[in-house]
């Protein structure tokens, strides 16, 4: 009997202070627990009343009840998580796996209005905005979210990317750099902040993030790549080839890292060194045809004319496109009239045109590998024009020699024509 007593001014005092907060917040969500408290009180009322002993079962019916579950719910509210904002993520979430996107939204507005301080739902109706395009509306939320708590790097990585969507690019990198001033390894953040310093073309600032973060993530393939990337685009071929042998080494199926260093030892005219890359690069669908064509110009300078002539045929075929690329470079001179493959110039106009509509998501590794295909060619250029002035000159020479013999021939016959005169004179 005394257990059944102690039982009930417990639980009854557990019991009004939840009906204290029902009054002091005005918050109808707690009724739910007087209900189940009042199921545990009156469970230990019969006993008492009837003068019987519970089973186990009813017992630990009205200690759940009645005492456990309103202890875990003041537990979790000094820890601030609060059951009525526990009821609202719940039934949100319940709501927006379902699809129904606007009882959710509609139930955290109501919650987040009657509740300005409550984090969750904040955080919960900028992801709802987000989902549904409301980027202002989204970013409105997660600053809220933020002043509540100064340390949830989520959602200021969320405000930088909205930002960043938004076209507000220069307040994106104030934030992202603020953030990892406070959580340097945020590697999101990272990415996110050297993608857009890449777009602005401020590539010794990108340089430094990529190098800063991998103090903390030394071995991230995507890293050093990015770095390669970034080294290419500062013309710094060297410190780039450092970067895609890092990343090619932690990552062998990291195709894009052998096709530009394939490139950039056709800069440096290793040519057996771009063979071994562009070999490995072929089995990249999206490489296979460029690779094809490197590989073709690279036999064909070597002299392996049969072998250049299967190369630029395959990556013809795979890539009609290539036909006018091939058909201009002074590598193939002695090799063209053999390139076989059957074009219609419809497709090449339509891979065209599909190329230009695409031209929006070029990203920065598809611009570095141009960036290396168009210094490779540069290269040849200069190469072949110094070829070119050196031949004129030793051709110039030639002339300026041939004229001088003659001036001096004339100048010999002048003389001797002088003399002829000056003896009939005497």
Same mark, same amino acid.
């Given at each position: 009997?005394?257990?059944?007593?102690?039982?009930?001014?417990?639980?009854?005092?557990?019991?009004?202070?939840?009906?204290?907060?029902?009054?002091?917040?005005?918050?109808?969500?707690?009724?739910?627990?007087?209900?189940?408290?009042?199921?545990?009180?009156?469970?230990?009322?019969?006993?008492?009343?009837?003068?019987?002993?519970?089973?186990?079962?009813?017992?630990?019916?009205?200690?759940?009840?009645?005492?456990?579950?309103?202890?875990?719910?003041?537990?979790?509210?000094?820890?601030?998580?609060?059951?009525?904002?526990?009821?609202?993520?719940?039934?949100?979430?319940?709501?927006?796996?379902?699809?129904?996107?606007?009882?959710?939204?509609?139930?955290?507005?109501?919650?987040?209005?009657?509740?300005?301080?409550?984090?969750?739902?904040?955080?919960?109706?900028?992801?709802?905005?987000?989902?549904?395009?409301?980027?202002?509306?989204?970013?409105?939320?997660?600053?809220?979210?933020?002043?509540?708590?100064?340390?949830?790097?989520?959602?200021?990585?969320?405000?930088?990317?909205?930002?960043?969507?938004?076209?507000?690019?220069?307040?994106?990198?104030?934030?992202?750099?603020?953030?990892?001033?406070?959580?340097?390894?945020?590697?999101?953040?990272?990415?996110?902040?050297?993608?857009?310093?890449?777009?602005?073309?401020?590539?010794?600032?990108?340089?430094?993030?990529?190098?800063?973060?991998?103090?903390?993530?030394?071995?991230?393939?995507?890293? =050093? $790549? *990015? &770095? @390669?990337?970034?080294?290419?685009?500062?013309? +710094?071929?060297? #410190? !780039?080839?450092?970067?895609? %042998? /890092?990343?090619?080494?932690?990552?062998?199926?990291?195709?894009?890292? =052998? $096709? *530009? &260093? @394939?490139?950039?030892?056709?800069?440096?005219? +290793?040519?057996? #060194? !771009?063979?071994?890359?562009? %070999? /490995?690069?072929?089995?990249?669908?999206?490489?296979?045809?460029?690779? =094809? $064509?490197? &590989?073709?110009?690279?036999?064909?300078?070597?002299?392996?004319?049969?072998? !250049?002539?299967?190369?630029?045929? /395959?990556?013809?075929?795979?890539?009609?496109?290539?036909?006018?690329?091939?058909?201009?470079?002074?590598?193939?001179d002695g090799i063209k009239e053999y390139i076989?493959?059957?074009?219609?110039?419809?497709?090449?106009?339509?891979?065209?045109?599909k190329e230009d509509t695409e031209n929006k998501?070029?990203?920065?590794?598809?611009?570095?590998?141009?960036?290396?295909?168009?210094?490779?060619?540069?290269?040849?250029?200069?190469?072949?024009?110094?070829?070119?002035?050196?031949?004129?000159?030793?051709?110039?020479?030639?002339?300026?020699?041939?004229?001088?013999?003659?001036?001096?021939?004339?100048?010999?016959?002048?003389?001797?024509?002088?003399?002829?005169?000056?003896?009939?004179?005497?």
């Amino acid at each position: 009997m005394l257990e059944e007593v102690l039982f009930l001014l417990v639980s009854f005092a557990l019991f009004m202070f939840m009906f204290s907060k029902i009054i002091r917040r005005n918050d109808s969500n707690y009724i739910i627990i007087l209900v189940f408290q009042a199921i545990g009180i009156a469970i230990c009322f019969f006993e008492i009343s009837l003068r019987v002993s519970a089973n186990f079962f009813f017992k630990f019916i009205r200690y759940l009840f009645s005492i456990v579950l309103p202890m875990v719910i003041i537990l979790l509210e000094v820890k601030g998580i609060f059951f009525s904002e526990f009821i609202v993520k719940f039934l949100a979430k319940v709501y927006m796996s379902i699809g129904d996107t606007k009882k959710a939204k509609n139930i955290l507005v109501k919650f987040v209005s009657k509740y300005p301080d409550g984090y969750e739902g904040h955080k919960l109706l900028a992801e709802i905005y987000e989902k549904e395009g409301g980027m202002r509306k989204a970013i409105d939320e997660y600053v809220m979210a933020l002043d509540i708590k100064g340390n949830d790097y989520d959602s200021y990585f969320k405000i930088a990317n909205l930002l960043k969507e938004l076209g507000k690019k220069d307040e994106s990198i104030e934030m992202l750099q603020n953030l990892l001033k406070s959580k340097p390894d945020c590697y999101e953040a990272t990415k996110l902040l050297g993608d857009i310093l890449c777009e602005q073309e401020r590539f010794k600032e990108a340089a430094n993030v990529y190098q800063d973060a991998l103090k903390y993530h030394s071995a991230d393939f995507d890293l =050093y $790549y *990015n &770095l @390669g990337i970034v080294f290419t685009r500062l013309n +710094d071929f060297s #410190a !780039a080839k450092e970067m895609y %042998e /890092k990343a090619a080494e932690l990552n062998h199926r990291l195709y894009g890292a =052998y $096709y *530009n &260093l @394939g490139q950039i030892c056709f800069i440096e005219k +290793d040519l057996d #060194a !771009a063979e071994k890359y562009f %070999e /490995k690069s072929i089995y990249d669908e999206d490489l296979e045809a460029m690779s =094809y $064509y490197q &590989l073709a110009k690279i036999y064909a300078i070597k002299g392996l004319k049969e072998k !250049a002539i299967t190369f630029v045929n /395959k990556a013809i075929e795979i890539d009609s496109t290539l036909l006018k690329k091939a058909e201009k470079e002074k590598a193939f001179d002695g090799i063209k009239e053999y390139i076989t493959v059957s074009v219609k110039m419809d497709d090449i106009k339509e891979k065209d045109e599909k190329e230009d509509t695409e031209n929006k998501k070029i990203n920065d590794e598809i611009v570095a590998q141009k960036h290396l295909e168009d210094t490779t060619e540069l290269v040849q250029k200069i190469n072949e024009n110094t070829i070119s002035e050196k031949v004129t000159n030793i051709i110039n020479k030639e002339k300026l020699k041939q004229l001088l013999e003659k001036e001096k021939e004339q100048d010999s016959l002048d003389e001797n024509d002088k003399e002829k005169d000056q003896k009939n004179n005497t």
